[in-house]
T-cell receptor, first 114, second 116 residues
Framework: AQSVTQLGSHVSVSEGALVLLRCNYS??????LFWYVQYPNQGLQLLLK??????LVKGINGFEAEFKKSETSFHLTKPSAHMSDAAEYFC????????????FGTGTQLKVEL | GAGVSQSPSNKVTEKGKDVELRCDPI?????LYWYRQSLGQGLEFLIY????????KSGLPSDRFSAERTGGSVSTLTIQRTQQEDSAVYLC??????????????FGPGTRLTVL
């Protein structure tokens, strides 16, 4: 079975500082990987995804993530945090073959301080 | 175009009552998914439908939970004899399916269910 682990349920950064949200996956074969963002009282919005090809993936709002097979990681980064980035972020995994159901991590609440 | 819509946005019910939650997927999306988001369990997959195939019900937590998808479009998630532990936000998502590949899942805003 596939799973993802997000280290740190709460992360706080200063505006303008680097954002780093960690995600590690467990899978017998490299899966497809996703980062979603959820703003208060809203549904999930896809930030970026890794399926095949380039391991550095760029997403919306200046976010990017790098798939590292050797570390089974897919950490999310943004060079400079903005107040509007405050939200909850979920890493998710799905198998490359078969169905499309997503398995989510427990989420990381990002707080951006002045 | 319109996104995934869900109704009601909030539902408060009494323990033991049945509830129905509705999801309208994006037009043309053949795959539809239900997830549950709760404080104790995080985001959990419940069920998904793809076209005319038998649904994958592997995430339904008990036989009190069921879902239908009529005409390949609208879906209804039904919870019978609700319990307090059913309190959660129920999220619906849809995606297209092309060339034997699933595309991105688009999520609705969710239905917040509170069981008193």
């Amino acid at each position: 079975a596939q799973s993802v682990t997000q280290l740190g349920s709460h992360v706080s950064v200063s505006e303008g500082a680097l954002v780093l949200l960690r995600c590690n996956y467990s899978s017998s074969v490299p899966p497809y990987l996703f980062w979603y963002v959820q703003y208060p009282n809203q549904g999930l919005q896809l930030l970026l995804k890794y399926t095949t090809g380039a391991t550095l993936v760029k997403g919306i709002n200046g976010f990017e993530a790098e798939f590292k097979k050797s570390e089974t990681s897919f950490h999310l980064t943004k060079p400079s945090a903005h107040m509007s980035d405050a939200a909850e972020y979920f890493c998710a995994v799905r198998p490359t073959g078969g169905g499309n159901k997503l398995t989510f991590g427990t989420g990381t609440q990002l707080k951006v301080e002045l | 175009g319109a996104g995934v819509s869900q109704s009601p946005s909030n539902k408060v019910t009494e323990k033991g009552k049945d509830v129905e939650l509705r999801c309208d997927p994006i037009s043309g999306h053949t795959a539809l998914y239900w997830y549950r988001q709760s404080l104790g369990q995080g985001l959990e997959f419940l069920i998904y439908f793809q076209g005319n195939s038998a649904p994958d019900k592997s995430g339904l937590p008990s036989d009190r939970f069921s879902a239908e998808r009529t005409g390949g479009s609208v879906s209804t998630l039904t919870i019978q004899r609700t319990q307090q532990e059913d309190s959660a936000v129920y999220l619906c998502a849809s995606s297209s399916y092309q060339g034997a590949k699933y595309n991105e899942q688009f999520f609705g805003p969710g239905t917040r269910l509170t069981v008193l």
